[in-house]
């Protein structure tokens, strides 16, 4: 089983940038997929929230209206596209996917938002 987040970097306050998440080893379909980001310091905290067939998402206060979650269940990936980014976005971003008592996380990818 594997989450790999992919296309974190430094980017200038006000841009964009969209996160993957590829997964493998397990029915994607089938799994609620979430984003959270944990910055230093601070406890992880969740981001951005879709169920399996896409059909819901949840929003973070801080983050509506700038982030979009989505997901490809034909690619096995989920994405979380980030505009209008602030400072305080910097966070490591963690992607996990939940199905029951069935619980995978990524390794995080690295967000860094300049002023």
């Known amino acids: 089983v594997q989450l790999v987040e992919s296309g974190g970097g430094l980017v200038q306050s006000g841009g964009s940038l969209r996160l993957s998440c590829a997964a493998s080893?397990?029915?994607?379909?089938?799994?609620?997929m979430k984003w959270y980001r944990q910055a230093p310091g601070k406890e992880r905290e969740l981001v951005a929230d879709i169920t399996s067939a896409g059909a819901n998402s949840y929003y973070a206060d801080s983050v509506k209206g700038r982030f979009t979650i989505s997901r490809d269940n034909a690619k096995n990936t989920v994405y979380l596209q980030m505009n209008s980014l602030k400072p305080e976005d910097t966070a490591v971003y963690y992607c996990?996917?939940?199905?029951?008592?069935?619980?995978?996380w990524g390794q995080g990818t690295q967000v860094t938002v300049s002023s």
């Open positions: 996990r996917g939940s199905w029951g008592y069935f619980d995978y």
């Open positions: 080893g397990f029915r994607f379909s089938r799994y609620d």
